[in-house]
Nanobody
Framework: EVQLVESGGGSVQAGGSLRLSCLAS???????????MGWFRQAPGKEREGVAR????????YVADSVKGRFTISRDNAKSTVYLQMSSLKPEDTAMYFC????????????????????WGQGTQVTVSS
């Protein structure tokens, strides 16, 4: 089992920056269940959208077109933490942001979908005002 705890959300004006963190606690004999880590977001009334993902070695990065050039995903395996650096924030980035963990194959899928990930955090709210 993997427990994920997000932090770093908040309110910011358009053009500002935030860095989200996700601490992963792995309660199995293998860390393979968190080989692939990602961030999703969900705005009220909308589907949960994949934002970015990265594997243990920092390979196979995926960033959604809607945030490409503005958001960067990274991870520190020694700290069991994955980060989402968000810059040039826009009001349309307002959403609940969720951290997710999946297995090795998850990061090698051609798309990033909710069903590919096995473990989820509770989410952290990001609000961007104009």
């Amino acid at each position: 089992e993997v427990q994920l705890v997000e932090s770093g959300g908040g309110s910011v004006q358009a053009g500002g920056s935030l860095r989200l963190s996700c601490l992963a606690s792995v309660y199995t004999s293998s860390t393979a269940s968190s080989d692939c880590m990602g961030w999703f977001r969900q705005a009220p009334g909308k589907e949960r959208e994949g934002v970015a993902r990265i594997d243990t070695g920092g390979s196979w990065p995926y960033v959604a077109d809607s945030v490409k050039g503005r958001f960067t995903i990274s991870r520190d395996n020694a700290k069991s933490t994955v980060y989402l650096q968000m810059s040039s924030l826009k009001p349309e980035d307002t959403a609940m942001y969720f951290c997710a963990a999946g297995w090795y194959e998850t990061c090698r899928q051609p798309t990033m979908t909710r069903a590919d990930f096995s473990y989820w955090g509770q989410g952290t709210q990001v609000t961007v005002s104009s």
